[in-house]
């Protein structure tokens, strides 16, 4: 496993994924051995249409046995979405780094994630 070089890779694909929020933790990226992710943007919607709504997200950086807060009981109001993350504050995830979401109450939170997956 060789982290990939940034300034020459061989391949630079974007990537966009999605799912539905609920209160048990989900890992939504996890990087594969070889790769290095770049997140662009994570927006999270809530589409209840009374209720503000929680979310929190976790970085792990080495493989799952530590993670850090980037979010926490983040409020969202009621048909609204949240820019969590945009081009302005992007990050790297290396390989075998993880992404995790939670919702703070279940059906009324949905995700987008976007980014790059660099690999030499």
Request: hydrophobic fraction near 40%; glycine fraction near 4%.
């Amino acid at each position: 496993m060789a982290t990939p070089n940034i300034v020459d890779v061989a391949t630079i694909n974007g990537f966009t994924v999605a799912g539905q929020l609920t209160t048990s933790t989900a890992d939504v990226i996890d990087v594969p051995a070889e790769y290095t992710y770049k997140i662009n943007t994570i927006i999270i919607a809530n589409w209840h249409g009374s209720v503000t709504r929680e979310v929190y997200a976790w970085i792990s950086t080495d493989n799952g046995s530590n993670y850090k807060e980037i979010a926490s009981a983040v409020s969202i109001p009621s048909d609204a979405t949240l820019i969590l993350i945009d081009k302005s504050s992007s990050f790297y995830l290396d390989e075998t780094d993880i992404l995790r979401l939670e919702a703070g109450n279940n059906d009324a939170l949905d995700y987008i994630i976007s980014g790059e997956k660099l690999t030499d």
